[in-house]
């Protein structure tokens, strides 16, 4: 090396790799470890004592940052100090080269190589994000790729670990831009609050100028693309390289979204849109959206005493028509309880017996002398406010025998005894006479609940001549 420092510290200065407005990079050896780094110096003379501070401070962040991060794809920092007038920073030395110097000679990435370096780029990332450190200044400048093509992440100097990790000069500073402006993201310009999400639109930055071979948001000067990051979409990758597929186009709007809350939320959540991409699947899955009907509370029927009397009715109305060959009885309880506990059983007996067939599905049984019929006429009288009306109507058939009245097996024995449960729980209102042959199914009808506008009463009055000749017989 002809000019210029030949050591800084116990490091020795081998050859210049670049040279900034500020500082210049060395390639230099570690007599002690025996393995080439790359030295960062900046120097200080020429800047002033604000500044200097600042950029001393900078080595200090980087180092701070990076001793946290050992990732394959970060750079390692391995040392940093101040000799003279000199600020230095010692790093992992990487032969190879800048994504930018690739990018800028026009280098084409087939689809696969260009997945893979954006996923070590995002896997660096994302480590860096879960150790608490924020780089806010990732573009291709600081991306490299070594000999065997691998990504290093690099310049952790602007990297904030914490609010309280920045400088003098950023703290008084209203709304300082910290970063490179065409990569930055629209809170960063705008000198808000950052976090993580930052690096990832930055990132997607890169991704879209490794798709279309051009950066998303360009102009004459800082302010004008400043105002185009803030403002502006950028138009498609697809359109601009029909080679890109619409996944892709996802991918990317994803990244670049102007509010952070609609981008992804990690670098790795970006890694795994990016790949499905690649493999053609939904780079961002769609999510159903999912109707939720309100349940409305079950009403326990128990606890009030309407609904309760009349699940004992019910009960009660089935146990005595159960064993009935009378379709009627059945579908009379089908009217009277469209919605009970015995409905479906009741319309298929009725069903059976329509068609001809025995209802002995449930254990039911015929009984004898039930060919045996009387009828009874009955005389409905309605008492209303001073109004009355008075109709007879003929009973229709029954299914009885004198001899089975007696007993509660008889189906209509146990629709009469029924029927004065019934009528007892409904209303005090309701008189019948009993009749000691049999009740018919009409007349079980007529013991049903009437309505009441008027508080009318039911008086059921057998007629006396026919009881008599029922006695007579």
């Known amino acids: 090396m002809a000019a210029g420092p030949q050591t800084l510290g116990r490091y020795q200065l081998e050859r210049v790799l ?3 407005a500020m500082g210049i990079v060395y390639e230099a050896l570690d007599p002690k470890l025996h393995r080439k780094v790359a030295i ?7 800047l002033d004592e604000e500044t200097a501070k600042d950029f001393s401070m900078r080595f200090v962040r980087e180092a701070h940052a990076v001793a946290r991060l050992n990732h394959p794809n970060i750079v390692q920092v391995y040392d940093f100090g101040e000799e003279g007038d000199i600020a230095y920073l010692v790093m992992e030395f990487i032969r190879g080269d800048e994504l930018k110097s690739t990018l800028t000679t026009g280098r084409q990435f087939d689809r696969k190589e260009c997945v893979r370096i954006m996923c070590e780029l995002l896997d660096a990332l994302d480590f860096a994000h879960e150790a608490g450190v924020v780089h806010r200044d990732i573009k291709p400048a600081n991306v490299m790729l070594d000999s065997q093509g691998r990504t290093k992440l690099t310049d952790f100097g602007v990297a904030r670990v914490t609010d309280a990790d920045r400088t003098h000069a950023e703290r008084t ?23 993580r999400r930052t690096d990832i639109f930055s990132a997607g930055v890169i991704l879209y100028q490794f798709l279309t071979g051009q950066k998303p948001f360009t102009g004459e000067g800082a302010w004008t693309v400043a105002k185009k990051i803030i403002q502006d979409d950028p138009p498609m990758p697809s359109s601009l390289n029909v080679a890109v597929s619409p996944e892709f186009d996802r991918v990317v709007a994803k990244a670049l979204a102007k509010n952070p809350d609609q981008r992804f939320a990690t670098a790795r959540e970006f890694a795994v849109a990016l790949k499905r991409a690649a493999e053609g699947k939904p780079a961002i899955p769609e999510v159903e959206a999912t109707l939720v009907v309100p349940r409305e509370p079950a009403v326990s029927q128990a606890t009030h005493p309407e609904a309760l009397r009349s699940g004992e009715m019910e009960l009660e109305f089935w146990r005595s028509i159960k064993d009935s060959n009378d379709p009627n009885d059945f579908e009379l309880y089908v009217r009277q309880f469209p919605q009970g506990v015995y409905a479906s059983l009741a319309a298929r007996k ?12 449930s254990g039911t049984r015929t009984m004898a002398g039930a060919d045996r019929l009387c009828q009874v006429p009955v005389e409905i009288g309605m008492r209303g406010a001073g109004t009355s009306s008075a109709a007879s109507s003929s009973v229709t058939r029954l299914s009885s025998a004198p001899s089975g009245c007696r007993s509660m097996r008889n189906p209509c024995e146990r629709v009469r ?9 409904t209303s ?8 000691p042959r049999a009740v018919s199914t009409s007349m079980a009808r007529s013991f049903l ?4 506008p008027c508080q009318a009463s039911a008086t059921v009055i057998a007629n006396s001549q026919v009881t008599s000749s029922a006695r007579r017989a």
Request: hydrophobic letters at 35%; glycine letters at 10%; proline letters at 11%.
């Open 350 to 361: 009725a069903a059976k017996l329509r068609s001809g067939s025995p209802a002995d599905d």
């Open 428 to 435: 005090p209102m309701i008189r019948r006479t009993p009749c």
């Open 173 to 195: 500073q209203a709304g300082t831009m910290v970063g490179t402006p065409a990569y930055m993201s629209p809170e960063q310009i705008q000198g808000l609050r950052i976090d």
């Open 40 to 46: 960062k110096t900046i120097l200080i003379s020429q």
């Open 18 to 20: 670049g040279k900034g």
């Open 417 to 425: 005894r029924s029927m004065g449960v019934f009528m007892a729980s």
């Open 449 to 452: 609940p009437m309505p009441q």
